[in-house]
């Protein structure tokens, strides 16, 4: 997919989050955006200049020789940030659509095996457990919401299925 094809495909993805009344997903997949992706750079003296220049080498394309031998003559290794290219957002959307409908309920399922094997009298059976996004956000958004019911297993096999060739289809 080119750059306008990723686009549109994260317009499509935000339109269908918003549709289905999950306005605070969009508010934490902003965040994420807005505070860009971390590298490693290696900050050195450029050699041959008689003044103070620097370049920054980010650390994944530097080999582990290259890199020792820099900060052993006073390089420090940096965290920059990034913007992410319209890829990693698309990918960032597809990848919190896939945890809530698919990992969401088996950390709830998971959980509930859990909270029931504990054996106390005294304690009413626990049915369901409910997400409550972040106490900052206001309005609709601070709604809890509760995982949606389990879906069948052919269902969520199709959907892992459409969740990787979506995944498939953006990396080429």
């Known amino acids: 997919m080119n750059a306008l094809e990723m686009r549109e495909m994260e317009e499509l993805l935000r339109d269908l989050i918003r549709s289905a009344g999950l306005d605070w997903l969009l508010d934490e997949l902003d965040e994420a955006i807005a505070t860009g992706v971390a590298e490693e750079k290696l ?40 913007p ?10 597809l ?3 896939r945890r809530l409908f698919l990992e969401l309920p088996e950390i709830e399922a998971e959980t509930l095996k859990i909270v029931n094997a504990e054996d106390d009298p005294y304690r009413a059976p626990v049915r369901s457990v409910r997400f409550i996004p972040d106490e900052e956000l206001t309005g609709r958004r601070d709604q809890p919401h509760g995982v949606a019911a389990r879906l069948p297993e052919d269902t969520r096999a199709h959907l892992q299925n459409l969740f990787r060739e979506a995944r498939e289809e953006i990396s080429r």
């Open 95 to 97: 990848d919190a659509l």
């Open 84 to 93: 992410m290219n319209a890829r990693e957002r698309t990918e960032l959307h």
């Open 43 to 82: 900050l050195q003296r450029r050699r041959g200049t008689s003044t103070e220049e620097y370049e920054a080498l980010a650390v994944a394309d530097v080999g582990t020789d290259t890199f020792h031998r820099s900060l052993k003559r006073g390089a420090s290794v940096v965290v920059t940030t990034r």
